[in-house]
Nanobody, 126 residues
């Protein structure tokens, strides 16, 4: 069965850290670009970060630059999103998504993704 599963969400105080994981089963992630998206209550889904399949290039939306780091471990078929200095406005359901693309760069074009996880909730609050 082909699926992506996110984990690592939870409740954290402002200024804290969490590491999200996105693990693939049923397919090999190494040929896929991976994107992280989030959707806060009452808001539209937004792209947060992505990582390429080949050259390790990454992209971050301005609101998370310098605080979030995306990485991948192809041996574990897993992509991570390290989130530091969390703010209440980071509260959202976080999703990972994958699109098969062997090449440079990455993309946060949601409609172009092949697979989506079901999400993990991150709550930043006192």
């Amino acid at each position: 069965q082909v699926q992506l599963v996110e984990s690592g969400g939870g409740l954290v105080q402002p200024g804290g850290s969490l590491r999200l994981s996105c693990t693939a089963s049923g397919f090999d992630l190494h040929s896929y670009r991976i994107g992280w998206f989030r959707q806060a209550p009452g808001k539209e889904r937004e792209g947060v970060s992505c990582i390429s399949s080949s050259d390790g290039s990454t992209y971050y939306v301005d609101s998370v630059k310098g605080r979030f780091t995306v990485s991948r471990d192809n041996a574990r078929n897993t992509v991570y999103l390290q989130m530091n200095s969390l703010k209440p406005e980071d509260t959202a359901v976080y999703y990972c998504a994958a699109v098969r693309f062997v090449g440079l760069g990455c993309s946060l074009f949601a409609d172009g993704m092949d697979y989506w996880g079901k999400g993990t909730l991150v709550t930043v609050s006192l």
